[in-house]
C-alpha cells in the first residue's frame, strides 16, 4: 500500500522487508507523521520532522541530520523534554548538556534526535517544579515524585519506537546511560548498541546523579571532583 502523502515520506535507503512491515510503516496511526522543515541551527543543519501522538495530542519530534541509510546502524539519541534544562539552561540536570552533545554529534556523524514531550519523566512542568521544591527539602528525585504521589518514572517509549519505524530504522547506536530505553527499544525488536551519553557534573546536579544511578538503574561512571 503507498504511503497517504507519498510527497511528505523520507527518502530513504531500505533494506529488503516484507509488504506488511512496509504497511506498518506507513500505516502507524498512533502517532502519524504530520510535516517536516529545514531547521539549520547553532549546533547544525537539521530536517525536523513532527509527529502526532493522537491519544495525548503531544507533538514529538525526530531532528535528522545527514541521509538516513535504514539498512545501517543509526545513531539515536531519545531525549524527554526538561524546559528547564533545554531551555533555561538549568543546571539542576544533566539534560541541556546532553542535548547539545546529541545534536552535535548527529550533525556530524549524521542521524536523529528524538524529542519527545514528557516532561518531568511524564508528570509534567508544574509537577516538576513541585518536586524541585520538594527536594529543596531534603528529598531526592524519585522521593520527591514519590511524594506527589507519582511512580518514579512516568516515561513511555512506544512513540519513539513508531518515530524510529516511520523512518524504516531496526538498528540503533543509542546515546544513553538508561536501561529503560534500552529494554523499550530492544522489545519492540530494534537492535541496541549502546553509546555512553555522560557529561561532566556540576555542584547543583551531582545529588541528581547520583539518584539516578542509585534509584534508576543509570550507567554512571562517577569520577567525584574532591573539590565538589
Ligand atoms: N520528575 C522529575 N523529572 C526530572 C527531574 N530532573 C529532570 N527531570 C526530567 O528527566 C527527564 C530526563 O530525560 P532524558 O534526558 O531522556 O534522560 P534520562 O532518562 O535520564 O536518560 P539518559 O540521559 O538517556 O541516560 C526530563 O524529562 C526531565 O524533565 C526531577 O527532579 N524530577
Ligand atoms: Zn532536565
Redesign the pocket.
Known amino acids: 500500500m503507498a504511503p497517504k502523502d507519498s510527497s511528505s515520506a523520507p527518502h530513504l535507503e531500505l533494506g529488503p522487508e516484507s509488504p506488511l512491515e512496509v504497511v506498518t510503516r506507513f500505516e502507524t496511526e498512533a502517532v502519524p507523521f504530520v510535516a517536516k522543515a529545514n531547521v539549520p541551527s547553532i549546533f547544525g543543519k537539521y530536517v525536523v520532522y513532527g509527529f502526532l501522538e493522537k491519544m495525548t495530542g503531544k507533538e514529538h519530534l525526530a531532528i535528522v541530520a545527514g541521509d538516513i541509510d535504514a539498512r545501517k546502524r543509526v545513531n539515536v539519541r ?5 524546559w ?2 533545554d531551555v533555561l539552561g538549568s543546571l ?4 541541556r548538556a ?1 542535548l547539545e552533545s546529541a545534536l552535535r554529534f548527529v550533525g556530524e556523524h549524521g542521524g536523529i534526535v528524538l524529542y519527545l514531550r ?4 511524564g ?1 509534567g512542568l508544574l ?2 517544579l513541585k ?2 521544591a520538594l ?1 529543596e527539602q531534603g528529598f531526592d ?1 524519585v522521593e ?2 514519590h511524594e506527589l504521589g507519582f511512580a518514579d518514572d512516568l516515561r513511555t517509549y512506544e512513540s519513539a519506537v513508531e518515530m524510529l519505524r516511520f523512518f524504516g530504522i531496526r538498528k540503533v547506536r543509542l ?4 536501561p529503560r ?1 534500552i529494554h523499550a527499544l530492544e522489545g519492540a525488536g530494534i537492535h541496541v548498541q549502546r553509546e555512553a ?1 555522560q557529561l561532566a557534573s556540576n555542584p547543583y546536579n551531582l545529588k ?1 546523579l547520583k539518584t ?1 544511578a542509585n534509584k534508576s538503574g ?1 550507567m554512571l561512571d562517577f569520577k567525584e571532583d574532591p573539590k565538589l
Not at 514528557?118 to 519523566?121: L, P
Request: hydrophobic fraction near 15%.
Open positions: 531519545i531525549h524527554s523534554e526538561c528547564t534544562g539542576k540536570c544533566d539534560c546532553q514528557q516532561e518531568g519523566r508528570i509537577n516538576k518536586a524541585y527536594q528525585t520527591a515524585n546515546l544513553t546511560n538508561n530505553k551519553h541528581y539516578k543509570h
